[in-house]
């Protein structure tokens, strides 16, 4: 069984930052990726950002210069660093992983950007 742990949502004003984590654990052997996916009320959820075991990472367009993802391999641990938040990045943000053969979710944490 795998656990995603995430930490960091609150509420910030607009052009503040917030940091979140997300921590996995149990039975993981090999980590293809890990990611962070958004949803806002009345949308679908989509991703933000997302790294690959090589280190690559990919953003949406809409975080490009102000979110950065980044990864502890030892912690099995993925970061995304925000800034210059803006209200439309109200959402409910959720980890992704992705094993071998699996993907798991975590449980979401709420971020609140007030304008």
């Known amino acids: 069984q795998v656990q995603l742990v995430e930490s960091g949502g609150g509420l910030v004003q607009a052009g503040g930052s917030l940091r979140l984590s997300c921590a996995a654990s149990?039975?993981?052997?090999?980590?293809?990726?890990m990611g962070w996916y958004r949803q806002a009320p009345g949308a679908q959820r989509e991703l933000v950002a997302i790294?690959?075991?090589?280190?690559?990472?990919n953003y949406a367009d809409s975080v490009k210069g102000r979110f950065t993802i980044s990864r502890d391999n030892a912690k099995n641990t993925v970061y995304l660093q925000m800034n210059s938040l803006k209200s439309e990045d109200t959402a409910v943000y959720y980890c992704?992983?992705?094993?071998?053969?699996?993907?798991?979710w975590g449980q979401g944490t709420q971020v609140t950007v007030s304008s």
């Open positions: 790294i690959h075991s090589d280190g690559r990472p």
């Open positions: 992704r992983l992705f094993l071998l053969y699996e993907q798991y």
């Open positions: 149990g039975s993981i052997f090999s980590i293809n990726a």
